[in-house]
Structure formats: C-alpha cells, structure tokens
C-alpha cells in the first residue's frame, strides 16, 4: 500500500467514500477494500445526477467509512469509466473483490442491490429498474492509507 502522511485536519477534509448502505453488505465490502480484494466498484450515474455530484476522478481521495461511520481507509481513485450496463466487463468486476465468478452472477447481485426499496428511495424513484442501456460507473482505487487503530489490524 502506498505510503502517504496524512494529517487529522487533511481527512476531516476529505469527502467520504460509503460503499453500500449500513449493515452487512457494507461491511462485506468494507472488509475486502482493507484485506486487498476490493479494488474497484461500480455505481449508477443516475445517483450522481441526483445528487448534483461530480463523477469521482484520477487522484481524488475519500475516506471510507463502515457501517458505524468510523473512518476505516483512505482510498486514492485510479480511474473511472462511464459505461452503458450491458459492457461492464469480467475484470471489472473480478477487481471488485466480491467473489462473483460470472458477469450473470454479478449482475444479478447488483440488480438485487440497485432494485431494493432502499435503493430505489435514495434515487426518489419507486419503480427504478436498471437494464443493458443503464449508464453506470466504473471506479477503480486503490487504499492509500489504513486508518484502524494498531489493534484491529490482522496479524
């Protein structure tokens, strides 16, 4: 992991990075972002035209977050693509470290994700259904900084 000084005032600084809502799933994929196989994720454009946001760009930083909110990393964005949901490729999603074995395996659990009443809340729509056209955005990032206390580190 990269070696980068950073100083309590710089990641109060930082936007955050929360991957998946509070809970199970997030800390799944909190936990394989801090063990290495998490190196990559994907979103929806259509969350970031909601909320006004830029997309993320090559050299940004972001503190992770874990289902409590404690600051747990600090990732480095490596790159981003802006791809219809049909071309998102085999090693994309291998470098999103979650263990899916096939394009239709991965698929499935994101649409189960982006399809939940959850999902759909956060995006105001009600009948939000994604399909091969579905813009989505492809993030790759690597962790710059781990951000646990020495205790909780894995020996």
């Known amino acids: 992991m990269p070696d980068r000084f950073l100083a309590p005032a710089d990641l109060t600084a930082l936007p955050r990075a929360e991957f998946a809502f509070p809970g199970p799933l997030r800390d799944r994929l909190v936990a394989a972002i801090l063990d290495g196989a998490k190196t990559a994720t994907t979103g929806l454009l259509a969350e970031y035209e ?3 946001e830029p997309l993320p760009a090559a050299g940004e930083l972001s503190v992770v977050v874990d289902s409590e909110d404690c600051p747990v990393a600090v990732i480095e964005v490596t790159g981003v693509r802006v791809v219809p949901l049909g071309e998102v490729d085999l090693g994309h999603i291998v470098a999103e470290g979650e263990g899916d074995p096939t394009i239709g395996q ?9 399809h939940s009443d959850t999902m759909r809340t ?8 994604v399909d091969d056209t579905t813009r989505t955005v ?7 900084a781990d951000l646990r206390p020495a205790a ?4």
Do not use: K, N
């Open 50 to 52: 909601r909320e006004d």
């Open 106 to 114: 991965w698929r499935t659990a994101h649409e189960h994700f982006w």
């Open 138 to 144: 492809l993030e790759r990032f690597q962790v710059i």
């Open 152 to 155: 909780a580190l894995p020996e």
């Open 122 to 129: 956060a995006l105001g729509d009600p009948d939000f259904t």
